[in-house]
């Protein structure tokens, strides 16, 4: 059983209906998207993804300062590292 993140969830084929009305009804928070009862994707608003990029930015800087000297990394180039670093699973991969 895969575990849903959110508190909200919709179907892919809701979400295709209307997708900019599931954004407006999620009113900041995030949605899962479900494809045949799985989540395929999270939407989330820009402000909201800006402020997890913060957030994890924060953690990690304050992990890695204990360890190494350096500049502090943005958000974005924290993201991207980690973008770089992950395995992601491909549409046909079974995701267990």
């Known amino acids: 059983m895969q575990n849903l993140l959110v508190d909200r969830a919709i179907s892919m084929s809701d979400f295709k209906k209307n997708p900019a009305a599931v954004l407006r009804q999620a009113d900041g928070r995030p949605v899962a998207v ?3 009862n799985r989540v395929s994707f999270y939407l ?3 402000r909201l993804l800006e402020r ?3 957030e994890l930015a924060g953690c990690m800087n304050a992990t ?3 360890a190494v000297a350096g500049p502090a990394k943005t958000p974005r180039q924290l993201f991207e590292d980690f973008l770089s670093q992950a395995k992601m699973p491909g549409p046909h991969d079974s995701g267990q």
């Open 64 to 66: 890695a300062g204990n």
């Open 34 to 36: 479900l494809n045949h």
């Open 44 to 46: 989330l608003e820009p």
């Open 52 to 54: 997890l990029l913060q």
